[in-house]
């Protein structure tokens, strides 16, 4: 039995560690997203981050967002830290503001990776982004093409009304000098307005800045959402007149800038992927010491009215596959937890199991005890009722003896009463004795000889000497007087056998 029960406490153990061993053998980490805002593109490309993980179950991803304010971007990457991250992923708002913060993080020894909007220093693991240069080269490659059909409202020059991105972060400094190094040798006249990437700030900016310069040539937005703006409000100040608008990022998904394009609203974009997947690839490389770029740019291309149709139906079949996979994702991940649940119930009824076999165990360990300690009472009550037995019997011969003593003593105070009434009779002996006491000559020997250990004869003359004694001592009567007195026939007789009983003659009494 005990060999069994051991048995069972090594399964149990060995259950346990199964249990551990899964856990230990897929490290946890927790990876802190900041993000700069929460557009679009933002949400865009959470959606890829959180994807890619899941391909990565041994990740948590915490993603918080800054509302474009650079102060609590900060605040907020340095409680990420604070909170004990193992991986910072960070989309800067702007890159000087943010810098200090990026720079603490990576300090601490915390791997940090930059994506999209750059830092100017070198203090991070790796960065992740688009060539906001060459998508400024794209801007002005597309002026140029378009240099001829344009209205030339400058005379000769291409108007060009720029809608920059904020002008702190690095895509917006760069798409700018892209766009200015590739319009070389364009003759182009220039207005920039600062629509710090969010649509009503540059429908504001482009309506404010059209009421002084008037219509314009192209208008060039650092993305597509300031493209919207920037139309809404040129279509307001000049409805007769098409203008040609070109944004930035080509955004796949209902309402976004691929779908701006192939409908009209906008004329061209500039591809921006933002790149989530990689992003988070690169993350779990890092964590898992795996190999991994320090540097990886996505190159951009030129979306146009042209190729927006077929890159659209292209968007659209993905975004299909995407929403199958997504389906495909969401069963395994129903499965899996089916799995688990599952696997939960067997932990539990091999628990249970084990619960039950021990107490089967314990009860027939307390069974067994209890049969032991029930014979045992048995036992003892065995041996206490011998014991009252044994009390009895003794305590029955005790009143036996008790009983027989006092009948002996009974006996012997009648017996020396007789013999002192008889005493001055020289005839008395066992005979008349045995008569008077009435019982046979040799029944009384043998009881004098048991209880006082003398025959009848011995007693009377024991007897007779005695109270001569007293008789001596207390009266005048002579020897010869006192040895009649009790009993003696022969003075000379009663003389031996005093000195024989006293060892002294009765004359020197
Ligand atoms: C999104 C966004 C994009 C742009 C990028 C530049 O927040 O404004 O539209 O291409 O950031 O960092």
Known sequence: MKHTFSLACLFALSLLFIGCNRTAKTPHYTIGVSQCNDDAWRQNMNNELRREQLFHPEIDLVICQADANSRRQCEQIDSLVAAGIDLLIVCPNEGVAVEPAVTRAYRTGLPVVV?????????????????????????????????????????????????????????????????????????????????????????????SILNIMGPVDIIVAHNDLMARGAKRAYEEHFPDLPINIIGVDALRGEGNGLEAVYNGIITASVTYYSGGDLVLETAAAILNHQPYLHDTVFEPFLVTGENARTLYRYEQALEHEVSIVKMMQERVTDLQNVIRLRQKYIYVLVAFIILLIGFVFLAGYIARYRALVRQEAREAERKMAEQKKRLNEMANKLAEVEKKESMDDAFIKKLHAEMEKHLADPKLNIETLSGIMGMSRSQLYRKTKQLVGESPNDMIRICRLKRAQQLLSATDQTIQQVAYAVGFSSPSYFTKCYKDYFGEKPSEK
């Open 115 to 207: 994506a999209d909007r750059a830092v100017p220093g070198h203090d991070y693991t790796s960065f992740i982004g688009g060539d906001n240069y060459e998508v400024g080269q794209l801007l002005a490659k597309y002026i140029r093409y378009n240099s001829l059909k344009l209205n030339h409202l400058g005379g000769g020059n291409t108007k060009i009304l720029e809608v920059c991105g904020l002008k702190g972060s690095t895509p917006a400094v760069l798409r700018h000098k892209g766009m200015l190094e590739g319009l070389e040798g364009v003759p182009y006249e220039l207005t920039s307005v600062e629509g710090i990437w969010f649509e009503p700030n540059a429908y504001r900016v482009v309506d």
